[in-house]
């Protein structure tokens, strides 16, 4: 049973890929499609957002850059702007600074000289999880696990590099994972690593955030209720899916 964490944003294979953004993109992912958004299309660049939503009418434009709410869109990144009254039936075109990169760099080919683990790789289940869905991740990723899928969990990171709280969320899962499937996974080195962060930090996500980089600069630019909303642990059963090129409530 196959269990790979990365800790930084790169080209994985695997048959199930979770992609992690505590803070903020995968967090505010959850609360969104908990809140009745039909959809969210994830995007690099804000042409690309600006793009999808002039495809579909109605769709609403979310995400930031430098943490701020894009000039024209809608939304910005914080989960708790995420309200059924805001989003509730609406696609989301959405774009922010790591989170939705981080998935197309994922979901990216690899180099020839790292060939995919299985045969099945090309057909890949895509997640989102959080602290906020942590416990409905782990019971999709489980079964999948027994049938002996490779699961990877991405971790977005900051600008290309490490983010504590990506990493100590990481190791959260595999921790829960652990704890179900016991001696039979196999893990790799970030995996191990992760779940070394997570018991550093428990369910301490106050402490968590104050340590991480991302966590401090949030809460100096004002943005210091969101690390609450973030740090939720457990709160929705909700598990962003990808489907048709979107992600969905799965
Ligand atoms: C990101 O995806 O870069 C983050 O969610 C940034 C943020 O905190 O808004």
Avoid at 1 to 25: N, Q, S
Wanted: glycine share 8%; with cysteine.
């Amino acid at each position: 049973m196959p269990l790979h964490v990365y800790l930084l944003p790169e080209p994985v294979a695997a048959d199930v890929v979770v992609v992690i953004d505590v803070l903020r993109f995968t967090s505010s992912a959850a609360y969104a499609l908990a809140a009745g958004a039909r959809s969210i299309a994830t995007c690099e660049t804000v042409e690309q957002a600006r793009a999808v939503a002039g495809y579909r009418p109605g769709t609403l434009l979310a995400g930031e850059r430098q943490a701020v709410k894009l000039p024209g869109f809608d939304l910005g990144n914080s989960p708790l702007e995420f309200t059924p009254a805001a989003v509730r039936g609406r696609d989301i075109a959405w774009t922010t600074t790591n989170g939705t990169r981080a998935i197309a760099t994922a979901l990216a080919p690899r180099r020839p000289a790292a060939p995919p683990p299985t045969e099945r790789a090309p057909h890949r289940d895509l997640l989102l999880a959080s602290p906020v869905n942590l416990s409905a991740v782990a019971a999709l990723l489980a079964p999948r696990l027994g049938e002996d899928a490779v699961v990877a969990v991405a971790c977005s990171g900051r600008e290309g590099g490490f983010a504590l709280e990506d990493a100590a969320c990481a190791g959260h899962l595999v921790a829960r994972l652990r704890r179900t499937l016991g001696d039979a996974l196999t893990m790799n080195d970030g995996a191990r690593a992760s779940a070394c962060i997570h018991e550093a930090y428990g369910e301490d996500f106050a402490r968590l955030f104050r340590d991480a980089r991302h966590g401090r600069w949030l809460r100096d630019h004002g943005f210091g209720s969101d690390l609450e909303a973030c740090g939720a642990l457990d709160a929705l059963e909700v598990v962003p899916r990808w489907r048709d090129g979107r992600f969905v409530a799965g």
